[in-house]
């Protein structure tokens, strides 16, 4: 990337700063959740990323489809707290889920099928280097913007980490596309380190790092800041002598002062054993990558994504009889401050715009339907987002951290049922998960059925009517958004 250079700040600048975001504080460090599928692990030979965005506060899930931009020659990029980032004026195209008015919460599929999101991943580093204020909530944009693999999205990552510095404490960024996935570690300060999904294996990611082993002259697997290993070393976090060969996530994580209550442990325990169909011990020691038991399906990373250690000595509600399992001493996957999950499906092999495909969720996985999108597709159907859909950048900062717009027009908005449905179970889900399950499962599965016999059927019906077959395509997802908000309406009533 040419033209990177920091630029005496602007006026525009100057709002933006009024507007810039407020750490959410420690509560903040313990969620979210993501599965990294390598496309020989998967069933259809998809690279799958399953994703549980968990956010505290008041939020608002805010979805759209912003087509590709040209500002001319060159773009400046305010990254929010002083820096700014030349680049070229140029920005791909992306189907964006955000979350008002969070930092670090925002999901992006771009026009080139990579996809990006996050999972908190706090570390040892209090001092890291920033430049104006470093970068932070704008990192996942410029990846969706600018990446045309993953691999360009993990280099252009760790350029601007090493540019400006990170800001937060430390995060994990999946990155994935149709070929390859990647999980990048960013460290708080100008370090980072990436590793690639092996194809036959799968990534399980809490809220902790999970890289282990690091070849940094092994660029095909291993990408990161040349000193990472040396940097840790002066800071007394790593002793070759002591330690024997460096570990990545030993160095850098918070050590965990108690593996039951930490948030993280038994998710990360919880997402190998049914990846792989064998127990684990409660421990540290995890892999960063293991082979799934069976090829993975987009049906398996649903499950997961609504487990709540069901079944197993953790299962704190002891059958939901206790109370909502989304809000126990021990943190489950799926859990009260998930916002909503996400799995991408990313295959070479199909056409475009199947090759790229989603099912979502607008709130908790376990309360509400998995629905369909194709994030290809120029128009999306009423209710699941507002704001404009041309490229903003001044305007897509303020309405995001200064979501007023937001919060008076979220009423109209799928999500606000959903949560107004998802709040209402939780006051007593075992007398009302059974129910909700019964009508929302068989709508799933003729979902599913559908979108199978729909794709099917796609290649022919494109090569005699283009227009009529992308048009098939926009129409089954506004129908699935359609007998969703029906669901949901019955739902609350009857129950």
Same mark, same amino acid.
């Given at each position: 990337?040419?033209?990177?250079?920091?630029?005496?700040?602007?006026?525009?600048?100057?709002?933006?700063?009024?507007?810039?975001?407020?750490?959410?504080?420690?509560?903040?460090?313990?969620?979210?959740?993501?599965?990294?599928?390598?496309?020989?692990?998967?069933?259809?030979?998809?690279?799958?990323?399953?994703?549980?965005?968990?956010?505290?506060?008041?939020?608002?899930?805010?979805?759209?489809?912003?087509?590709?931009?040209?500002?001319?020659?060159?773009?400046?990029?305010?990254?929010?707290?002083?820096?700014?980032?030349?680049?070229?004026?140029?920005?791909?195209?992306?189907?964006?889920?955000?979350?008002?008015?969070?930092?670090?919460?925002?999901?992006?599929?771009?026009?080139?099928?990579?996809?990006?999101?996050?999972?908190?991943?706090?570390?040892?580093?209090?001092?890291?280097?920033?430049?104006?204020?470093?970068?932070?909530?704008?990192?996942?944009?410029?990846?969706?913007?600018?990446?045309?693999?993953?691999?360009?999205?993990?280099?252009?990552?760790?350029?601007?980490?090493?540019t400006?510095?990170?800001?937060?404490?430390g995060?994990?960024?999946?990155?994935a596309?149709?070929n390859?996935?990647?999980?990048?570690?960013?460290v708080?300060?100008?370090?980072?380190?990436?590793?690639?999904?092996?194809?036959?294996?799968?990534?399980?990611?809490?809220?902790?790092?999970?890289i282990?082993?690091?070849?940094?002259?092994?660029?095909?697997?291993?990408?990161?800041?040349?000193?990472?290993?040396?940097?840790?070393?002066?800071?007394?976090?790593?002793?070759?002598?002591?330690?024997?060969?460096?570990?990545?996530?030993?160095?850098?994580?918070?050590?965990?002062?108690?593996?039951?209550?930490?948030?993280?442990?038994?998710?990360?325990?919880?997402?190998?054993?049914?990846?792989?169909?064998?127990?684990?011990p409660?421990?540290?020691?995890?892999?960063?990558?293991?082979?799934?038991?069976?090829?993975?399906?987009?049906?398996?990373l649903?499950?997961?994504?609504?487990?709540?250690?069901?079944?197993?000595?953790?299962?704190?509600?002891?059958?939901?009889?206790?109370?909502?399992?989304?809000?126990?001493?021990?943190?489950?996957?799926?859990?009260?401050?998930?916002?909503?999950?996400?799995?991408?499906?990313?295959?070479?092999?199909?056409?475009?715009?199947?090759?790229?495909?989603?099912?979502?969720?607008?709130?908790?996985?376990?309360?509400?339907?998995?629905?369909?999108?194709?994030?290809?597709?120029?128009?999306l159907?009423?209710?699941?987002?507002?704001?404009?859909?041309?490229?903003?950048?001044?305007?897509?900062?303020?309405?995001?951290?200064?979501? $007023? /717009?937001?919060? %008076?027009?979220? *009423? =109209? !908005?799928?999500?606000? +049922?959903?949560?107004?449905?998802?709040?209402?179970?939780? $006051? /007593?889900?075992? %007398?009302?998960? *059974? =129910? !909700?399950?019964?009508? +929302?499962?068989?709508?799933?599965?003729?979902?599913?059925?559908?979108?199978?016999?729909?794709?099917? *059927?796609?290649a022919?019906?494109?090569?005699?009517?283009?227009?009529?077959?992308?048009?098939?395509?926009?129409?089954?997802?506004?129908?699935?958004?359609?007998?969703?908000?029906l669901?949901?309406?019955?739902?609350?009533?009857?129950?």
């Amino acid at each position: 990337m040419k033209h990177n250079r920091i630029h005496i700040l602007t006026t525009a600048l100057a709002v933006m700063i009024a507007a810039a975001p407020v750490s959410a504080g420690k509560a903040g460090d313990f969620a979210c959740f993501t599965v990294l599928v390598g496309r020989n692990a998967s069933a259809d030979g998809s690279v799958l990323l399953a994703h549980n965005e968990d956010d505290w506060g008041d939020n608002t899930v805010n979805i759209r489809r912003i087509p590709a931009h040209d500002y001319g020659e060159v773009r400046l990029v305010e990254l929010g707290e002083g820096a700014v980032y030349e680049t070229d004026g140029k920005t791909a195209g992306f189907f964006w889920v955000e979350v008002a008015p969070q930092e670090f919460s925002d999901a992006f599929v771009n026009d080139y099928g990579v996809v990006v999101v996050s999972d908190s991943c706090p570390t040892r580093e209090k001092k890291g280097e920033l430049i104006d204020g470093g970068i932070g909530y704008m990192l996942r944009r410029l990846i969706a913007e600018k990446a045309r693999t993953a691999r360009e999205g993990v280099l252009l990552a760790g350029q601007l980490i090493e540019t400006f510095g990170y800001r937060g404490s430390g995060r994990t960024y999946a990155i994935a596309d149709k070929n390859e996935a990647w999980a990048l570690g960013a460290v708080q300060g100008r370090r980072w380190i990436a590793q690639r999904v092996p194809d036959d294996e799968v990534a399980i990611i809490p809220n902790h790092m999970t890289i282990r082993q690091i070849r940094l002259d092994d660029p095909a697997d291993f990408l990161g800041s040349k000193d990472i290993i040396a940097y840790a070393a002066a800071n007394g976090w790593y002793d070759e002598n002591k330690d024997g060969a460096f570990d990545f996530k030993k160095a850098y994580t918070i050590p965990s002062k108690d593996l039951l209550a930490d948030h993280n442990t038994l998710r990360h325990w919880r997402g190998l054993t049914l990846m792989t169909g064998r127990e684990w011990p409660i421990g540290e020691d995890y892999p960063f990558a293991v082979k799934p038991a069976e090829k993975v399906t987009v049906e398996k990373l649903m499950a997961v994504l609504r487990d709540h250690h069901e079944g197993t000595p953790y299962d704190a509600t002891d059958g939901y009889k206790t109370g909502t399992p989304n809000q126990t001493k021990f943190r489950t996957i799926c859990t009260m401050t998930t916002v909503n999950a996400l799995i991408a499906s990313l295959n070479a092999a199909k056409s475009e715009p199947l090759a790229v495909s989603l099912w979502m969720t607008l709130g908790k996985p376990d309360t509400t339907v998995f629905l369909p999108f194709y994030p290809a597709l120029e128009r999306l159907p009423e209710g699941l987002g507002m704001g404009p859909l041309e490229h903003d950048d001044a305007t897509f900062y303020r309405q995001h951290f200064q979501d $007023a /717009d937001f919060k %008076a027009g979220r *009423g =109209a !908005l799928l999500t606000a +049922r959903v949560l107004d449905l998802e709040n209402y179970v939780n $006051a /007593d889900y075992g %007398a009302r998960i *059974g =129910a !909700l399950k019964k009508e +929302r499962d068989p709508i799933e599965r003729e979902m599913k059925e559908g979108r199978a016999k729909l794709e099917a *059927g796609f290649a022919e019906a494109y090569a005699q009517d283009p227009l009529k077959a992308l048009a098939s395509l926009e129409d089954f997802v506004a129908d699935a958004l359609k007998r969703t908000m029906l669901l949901t309406k019955t739902l609350r009533e009857i129950l």
